[in-house]
């Protein structure tokens, strides 16, 4: 054979030629993606993880293939997992969101309210709870200084752990344990209330408890009662001396509330007026006030809330600017949610614009 033959036979045939350099290429390629593959999957598992939990799923995890992602972790709740996925699917370089078979979910258990003590003795109402927060506290006390007519002593704990107790039935039981005479105690505790004090006969033991567990039941419908009530003689409630500090509270306020403009916390003359009334009757004995301010029920409960307290503030600095020591003075804000009058007429909402007054125990 010749050196012109050998070489021909040697030489590859163009298309075998062409189609070996495009599967060389492919592998190239395939090899280069498959090598970047890895970082770019970290990468979006990253960023979707940060996703997740900035969205408080603090035990999530993403993993991904391709630009397919897969959530896995535990979750509060089948909508929380969903809120989780949702959220992973809306990101930059993802192209699906699904749920992992091993995800878990598992209820965060409520939180648990403490005891709430309501005891009425007489013209006093004492009030011992614990709270989640400075605002739970405030609408506590509002409730208890709206529903009581003499002194409040409003032993009140602030613990963010715990559940809010109920507030909507204060008024209806106070007014219950106020119509017998005598010193009565209801104990609200988990799903019971618990009634104690004394009753003059087994009638009025069974008339107070059926009152108690109607108010309470405004507010917890599944609640039950342990009536503790004894039957014994009460002593009728002793007459208050008339030349207390709680008495010469009581003759200054019966003047009318401090009242306000739409929008304003200024004081008017009128309130003025009303106001060194009630320094005067403040200024002597150490006597302290709840200044409770009132919005009426146009506006926001933001701005609301901001509005009542300016008003309680501007009443507070004025009786202190006029001899009433400052560490007397309790300035608190309760929005609309204590309405003296309807909201649904011009004369109803001025009423409700207000300011008011009420004795604190010491």
């Known amino acids: 054979m010749s050196l012109v033959q050998l070489a021909a036979l040697?030489?590859?045939?163009?298309?075998?030629?062409?189609?070996?350099?495009?599967?060389?290429?492919?592998?190239?390629g395939l090899l280069a993606f498959g090598l970047r593959r890895g970082p770019i999957e970290n990468g979006l598992s990253r960023r979707a993880a940060s996703v997740v939990r900035s969205s408080g799923q603090a035990g999530a995890?993403?993993?991904?293939?391709?630009?397919?992602?897969?959530?896995?972790?535990?979750?509060?709740?089948?909508?929380?997992?969903e809120t989780a996925r949702q959220a992973v699917a809306r990101m930059s370089g993802a192209r699906s969101a699904a749920l992992a078979d091993d995800v878990q979910i598992v209820p965060v258990p409520a939180a648990a309210a403490k005891p709430l003590v309501i005891d009425v003795n007489g013209g006093s109402l004492t009030v011992t709870a614990t709270v989640p927060g400075q605002d739970a506290r405030e609408r506590l006390l509002g409730a208890a200084a709206a529903a009581?007519?003499?002194?409040?002593?409003?032993?009140?704990?602030?613990?963010?752990?715990?559940?809010?107790p109920p507030v909507t039935m204060l008024a209806d039981l106070v007014r219950s344990l106020t119509a017998v005479i005598g010193e009565h105690q209801v104990t609200i505790i988990g799903s019971?209330?618990?009634?104690?004090?004394?009753?003059?006969?087994?009638?009025?033991?069974?008339?107070?408890?059926?009152?108690?567990?109607?108010?309470?039941?405004?507010?917890?419908?599944?609640?039950?009662?342990?009536?503790?009530?004894?039957?014994?003689?009460?002593?009728?409630?002793?007459?208050?001396?008339?030349?207390?500090a709680v008495d010469r509270l009581a003759a200054a306020v019966a003047g009318g509330w401090v009242t306000f403009a739409t929008d304003s916390s200024e004081l008017t003359e009128i309130d003025r007026v009303r106001l060194d009334q009630i320094a005067a009757a403040l200024r002597d004995g150490a006597l302290g006030v709840l200044i409770a301010g009132h919005t009426d029920a146009r506006?926001?409960?933001?701005?609301?809330?901001?509005?009542?307290l300016a008003r309680a503030r501007a009443a507070a600095a004025y009786l202190a600017s006029h001899?009433?020591?400052?560490?007397?003075?309790?300035?608190?804000?309760?929005?609309?949610?204590?309405?003296?009058?309807?909201?649904?007429?011009?004369?109803?909402?001025?009423?409700?614009?207000?300011?008011?007054?009420?004795?604190?125990?010491?």
Do not use: C, K, M
């Open 192 to 244: 019971t209330a618990v009634v104690e004090g004394a009753v003059a006969d087994v009638d009025e033991r069974a008339r107070l408890g059926a009152a108690v567990l109607a108010a309470v039941r405004t507010a917890r419908p599944a609640i039950s009662l342990d009536n503790r009530l004894a039957v014994r003689p009460v002593a009728p409630d002793p007459v208050r001396p008339g030349d207390g």
């Open 299 to 308: 506006g926001s409960q933001v701005t609301n809330a901001a509005l009542s």
């Open 323 to 362: 001899g009433v020591p400052e560490g007397r003075l309790r300035a608190a804000g309760f929005a609309a949610d204590y309405p003296a009058a309807t909201n649904d007429t011009d004369a109803g909402r001025a009423a409700n614009r207000r300011v008011e007054i009420s004795p604190l125990a010491p």
């Open 61 to 81: 995890e993403v993993t991904f293939r391709g630009q397919d992602a897969t959530v896995h972790g535990t979750f509060p709740s089948v909508s929380a997992a």
């Open 10 to 28: 040697r030489r590859p045939h163009p298309v075998v030629f062409l189609f070996s350099l495009v599967v060389a290429w492919l592998l190239i």
């Open 148 to 164: 009581s007519s003499g002194t409040l002593t409003g032993r009140v704990t602030v613990d963010p752990d715990v559940a809010a």
